[in-house]
């Protein structure tokens, strides 16, 4: 059965440096998604970045990119040039198969960005 | 741009009512889902629709009962509440499956006394 794991409930991080969130997960489907969203303190669901399973290079979108390590199951996210703004939830989640619709959603990670 | 548009934003219900989530997109997608989130677990998929007319249950369907009629709607049913449905509900939508990331609707926030 597919599974996400984010083993951080909390992280601080100073304003203007970089700061990696954990996500390990677990499927047998080799073919797969894994998306990274941002739930700031106003609630809205915000998508920030995917990697499919057969991409040959980590994912990146702007400040954000994907750290993937298939060997490991690991899909992390780092933040470069943390920004007040960037205080929020970070959900990782996953959807198994080429059309596969279902995702599944990590515990979160709150990230606390200091000035 | 209105994207992905639940209804009520709040609401609190007595043990026992009913009552039904409103969601709308206008995105013409094919696919939409029916999340709760709760403290410490993340998202779970209550329900889910792969278009017009279909429905099928996620990891946590009992006690709710969706329909999708029409393509932009989907509605999420709770025929008796209970203080467990105490949660926060999200709608989402997305194109098809795959690469395609979900559009999120605001949530809605249920307490259930």
Redesign the interface.
């Known amino acids: 059965a597919q599974k996400i794991t984010q083993t951080q409930p909390g992280m601080f991080v100073q304003e203007k440096e970089a700061v990696t969130l954990d996500c390990t997960y677990d499927t047998s489907d080799p073919s797969y998604g894994l998306f990274w969203y941002k739930q700031p303190s106003s609630g809205e669901m915000i998508f920030l970045i995917y990697q499919g399973s057969y991409d040959q290079q980590n994912a990146t979108e702007g400040r954000y990119s994907l750290n993937f390590q298939k060997a490991r199951k690991s899909a992390n996210l780092v933040i470069s040039a943390s920004q007040l703004g960037d205080s929020a939830m970070y959900f990782c989640a996953m959807r198994e198969g080429m059309g596969g619709f279902k995702t599944i959603f990590g515990a979160g990670t709150r990230l606390f960005v200091k000035a | 741009n209105a994207g992905v548009t639940q209804t009520p934003k709040f609401r609190v219900l007595k043990t026992g009512q009913s009552m039904t989530l409103l969601c709308a997109q206008d995105m013409n997608h094919e ?1 939409m ?1 029916w ?1 709760r989130q709760d403290p ?6 209550i329900h ?1 629709s ?1 278009g017009e007319g279909t429905t099928a249950k ?2 946590v369907p009992d006690g709710y009962n969706v329909s999708r009629l029409k393509k932009q709607n989907f509605l999420l049913g709770l025929e008796s509440a209970a203080p467990s449905q105490t949660s ?1 509900y ?1 709608c ?1 939508s ?1 194109f ?4 395609t ?4 609707g ?2 809605t926030r249920l307490t259930v006394v």
């Open positions: 696919y889902y999340y410490g677990m993340g998202l779970r998929l889910y792969v996620g990891e926060v999200f989402a997305s098809r499956g795959g690469s990331e979900a559009f999120f605001q949530g």
